[in-house]
């Protein structure tokens, strides 16, 4: 059998507050002639990035609104892990084929995969492309197949794509989080864009008690007093951790006592991650402004809370980004964000509203610095960020868009 991932309970009503009554009784309503059906969100890490974190708010809910809602990951070796990562990085755009050891791989772990899934369910929602090819190998059942895609597949390496096009074969329908990702020659079925969005209830967003938020960040090395500014990501080229420290430096020169942090998650399925993880301290040189943190070294959902709430500006310098969590995570308590204009993050804060959109490490430097020079202002484009966040950003939205794609998916044939 597949891995099932624990989760814990959540009952939807902690979602008024934040959501609003009325979006809670139209999930409801939404829900309630979906009760019993058998739900499976299949990725590759139980933590880690995007994914794993809907995840873990996402099955509990589902549970609680009376779906039978599983969470499985497949298996992999690094080789695998490495080769999908490769895949990532080629469908985001990265110009080196696979070679046919590699397909090799996927295609063997993929069916292994597939052998190790027993389990029935009405509804299979398959994550990202690691997981992809398990329709194939498995054969089609009486489920209904989802893949959702996280990652911006607007221009991707077409040999990459060429590669994966025909284990798309048997889907019901595709999920993008923009029009513009759905690849070319994508084949004829249904494709729904629906965007993530944050759980305002998680430990990574739920209020924090500032002096708790303070203490969590003193105990680990921040000077709470001192400017700072903080990049969480997973630490991968595409979220562009040197640039980060690049435009650091520039500010510096202007803000001698900043800080920066560099919060960066080391996935299950990110093999990439230690490389950069080097490259990043090597940058950094023993500058004591400069803190790196892992969840290896113990920085979770509390830290990251605590960063997100106390630092001066939040950066996420992307060069390419599915959605990017972490920009309305951070506009949700307030923070304003200086973020890369690619993929999903405009969707999160167009033109005057959250922070800043740059294309460039000087301009990122310069916007950072006028924020740090400007905190009122900074606070009031971060509310309505905030607020933007509150309408279109939050998970009950999210389950609404899939409850449709299900039921719709559903409709009409029996289970
Ligand atoms: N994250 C975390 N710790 C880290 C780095 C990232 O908890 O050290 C979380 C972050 O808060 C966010 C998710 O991982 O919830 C990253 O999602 P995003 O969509 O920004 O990027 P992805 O990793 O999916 O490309």
């Known amino acids: 059998m597949l891995e ?5 309970t959540q009952s939807i009503d902690a ?14 309503a939404l829900a309630e002639p979906l009760r019993g059906v058998r739900v499976l969100h299949l990725n590759a890490t139980p933590y880690g990035g995007g994914v794993a974190e809907i995840l873990r708010s996402k ?3 589902l549970r609680d609104l009376g779906l039978a809602a599983d969470w499985r990951i497949i298996c992999g070796d690094e080789a695998f892990f490495t080769v999908t990562k490769k895949i990532h990085n080629g469908l985001q755009g990265a110009p080196y084929p696979l070679t046919p050891e590699e397909k090799e791989i996927y295609q063997a772990h993929s069916k292994h995969n597939a052998e190790q899934f027993e389990r029935h369910y009405d509804v299979i929602v398959v994550h990202d492309p690691q997981p992809l090819a398990l329709l194939h190998f498995h054969g089609r059942n009486s489920a209904r197949w989802i893949w959702r895609c996280h990652i911006d597949t607007s221009e991707p390496n077409l040999e ?10 048997g889907y019901d329908a595709a999920v993008f989080t923009l029009g513009s990702f759905v690849p070319p020659r994508f084949p004829a079925m249904r494709v729904d864009v629906i965007p993530p969005a944050i759980d305002p209830v998680s430990p990574k967003n739920l209020d924090l008690d500032p002096h708790l938020a303070r203490r969590v960040l003193e105990w680990i090395g921040v000077e709470v007093d001192k400017p700072l500014i903080t990049q969480v990501s997973r630490f991968d080229p595409w979220k562009d951790p040197l640039g980060v ?3 650091y430096k520039m500010i510096k020169s202007e803000v001698p006592d900043l800080q920066l942090a560099l919060v960066g998650s080391m996935a299950l ?3 990439e991650a230690w490389d950069i993880y080097r490259q990043i301290r090597e940058a950094a040189n023993a500058d004591p402004g400069i803190h790196v943190y892992t969840n290896l070294t113990g920085v979770g959902n509390l830290e990251v809370n605590a960063f997100q709430r106390l630092s001066d500006v939040i950066v996420q310098k992307s060069i390419r980004e599915g ?4 920009v309305s995570e951070a506009l949700w308590k307030g923070t304003p964000v200086v973020a ?4 999903g993050i405009p969707l999160q804060m167009p033109k005057g509203i959250g922070g800043f959109l740059v294309k460039t490490i000087e301009e990122y430097a310069e916007r950072t610095l006028w924020l740090l020079r400007h905190p009122e202002e900074g606070k009031a484009l971060a509310e309505l960020g905030r607020e933007r966040v509150r309408k279109r950003f939050l998970l009950t939205r999210l389950i609404a868009d899939e409850l449709r794609l299900y039921r719709d998916l559903l409709s009409g044939e029996p289970l």
């Open 4 to 8: 099932l991932i624990d989760v814990g």
């Open 15 to 28: 979602y008024a507050a934040s959501a609003g009554a009325e979006v809670v009784e139209e999930l409801r």
């Open 59 to 61: 099955i509990p809910l």
């Open 160 to 169: 990459v794509w060429d590669f994966l096009l025909p284990y798309l074969e």
């Open 245 to 247: 420290i690049e435009g």
């Open 269 to 271: 399925d990110d093999p």
């Open 323 to 326: 959605f990017g969590l972490v």
């Open 340 to 343: 890369g204009q690619v993929g």
